[in-house]
């Protein structure tokens, strides 16, 4: 799992957030393109259970996301008649 928030600030003052990102998050939070791709090349995350109880407490679904998205608006798009 990895991070690039490298305009944290501004989305909290002009947004907010829901949770407490940089005490929430299982990993790095990066502001710089650099750190972000030396972390991913050297693959130094290796925060699986902190990432695990992060995906158990935030996570209700994973995998196949766009199978299942792609069947929901097919779904409602057929049912709305636009698709025959």
């Given at each position: 799992?990895?991070?690039?928030?490298?305009?944290?600030e501004?989305?909290i003052?002009?947004?907010?957030?829901?949770?407490?990102?940089?005490?929430?998050?299982?990993?790095?939070?990066?502001?710089?393109?650099?750190?972000?791709?030396?972390?991913?090349?050297?693959?130094?995350?290796?925060?699986?259970?902190?990432?695990?109880?992060?995906?158990?407490?935030?996570?209700?679904?994973?995998?196949?996301?766009?199978?299942?998205?792609?069947?929901?608006?097919?779904r409602m798009?057929?049912?709305?008649?636009?698709?025959?």
């Amino acid at each position: 799992m990895y991070c690039f928030a490298y305009d944290y600030e501004e989305y909290i003052e002009n947004r907010g957030m829901y949770l407490d990102l940089k005490k929430e998050l299982p990993c790095v939070m990066h502001k710089e393109e650099e750190s972000l791709i030396d972390e991913i090349v050297n693959n130094t995350n290796n925060n699986l259970e902190k990432i695990k109880i992060f995906q158990n407490k935030y996570v209700a679904e994973c995998g196949d996301a766009a199978r299942k998205s792609c069947d929901i608006l097919y779904r409602m798009l057929t049912q709305s008649k636009r698709i025959k």
